[in-house]
């Protein structure tokens, strides 16, 4: 399969979890943040862990198991907390365009660790992208939920989890399958999540759980977090990581979809409006700009 298929893989993983934020933005109504990402990395460990032996592929040697530890203690299990404790203050529309900064965050965050050159032309398309995201969010202050700006900062942190999670974890990637590592940070982030969640009492709601709030969980674990990061490893096997990253845009124009079909969030002008120079400004960032070729001298 080409890269077609890995940029194809991208894009769905992304609209997958736009979708994602729906579902989340539901069940706070339900439940807390802590049993909410237990759900979903729960199922999508179980989903994930028969794939990954299926394949065969390499999982991380036990040099490598503090460090897989660690980033899934960052990534599956303080992000979910930062994601779904967001969507109690900020609508899906909102919370999906604050995590679509996450491009921008990883090249900014890869500039200070030294992992990758903030270019004049990145530079641009990072300040472009938060013009993007100040028109989204500040203009529909008025009409956003009390204290939504809350939500908003606290998805920018779940995405700031998501940045240093790509870079750190790319040496453990290469050192093992993608799929492999996925499932072992997964389970345990989600092995740290179900701990605390019954200390805390989080699951006491689920026993007046109705059918609405089950297909929601599972719809979490199955498709928000098994079939998006399968999707997400698929692609990064098959094309580059700056073409996965930009599908990120897709994100905010599924959760906006959702939520206004859904929950009946409103879609305002500032939302679109913002949503496009997000994408312009992460399109001007993470693609090179064309110079041209010098004349070839015939002899």
């Known amino acids: 399969m080409g890269e077609g298929w890995g940029v194809l893989a991208a894009v769905l993983s992304s609209g997958l979890g736009g979708t994602s934020i729906g ?24 989903l994930l862990l028969p794939v990954a032996l299926l394949q065969g592929g390499r999982w991380p040697a036990r040099r490598d198991w503090s460090g897989v530890a660690g980033l899934g203690v960052l990534y599956f299990g303080l992000f979910p907390i930062l994601f779904n404790a967001s969507l109690i203050f900020t609508t899906a529309a909102r919370g999906a365009l604050a995590l679509s900064t996450l491009r921008l965050l990883t090249m900014v965050v890869g500039a200070v660790l030294g992992s990758e050159a903030l270019t004049a032309r990145k530079s641009v398309g990072v300040l472009i992208a938060m013009l993007g995201v100040v ?4 203009s529909g202050l008025a009409a956003a939920p009390p204290g939504a700006w809350r939500g908003d900062l606290l998805m920018v942190g779940a995405a700031l989890c998501m940045a240093l999670y790509s870079i750190w974890s790319k040496p453990f990637i290469g050192r093992s399958g993608p799929i492999a590592f996925t499932t072992m940070s997964m389970g345990v982030g989600a092995a740290c999540l179900i ?24 719809y979490l674990g199955a498709f928000g977090s098994a079939l998006t990061f399968y999707l997400w490893a698929f692609a990064l096997e098959r094309t580059t990581p700056t073409r996965v990253a930009i ?15 859904l929950l009946h969030e409103p879609l305002r002008w500032n939302l679109v409006g913002g949503i496009v120079t997000v994408f312009i400004g992460i399109w001007i960032a993470t693609t090179a700009s064309r110079r041209p070729k010098p004349a070839t001298q015939l002899s």
């Not at 599908?247 to 079909?261: F, M």
């Open 135 to 138: 028109i989204a969010l500040l």
């Open 23 to 46: 579902a989340t933005r539901y069940l706070v109504n339900a439940i807390d943040p802590l049993a909410i990402g237990s759900f979903r990395f729960g199922i999508g460990f179980l």
């Open 247 to 261: 599908s990120v845009t897709v994100n905010p124009i599924t959760a906006s979809l959702v939520g206004a079909a």
């Open 195 to 218: 701990l605390i969640s019954c200390w805390h009492g989080s699951f006491a709601p689920v026993a007046d759980f109705g059918i609405p709030q089950w297909l929601a969980a599972t």
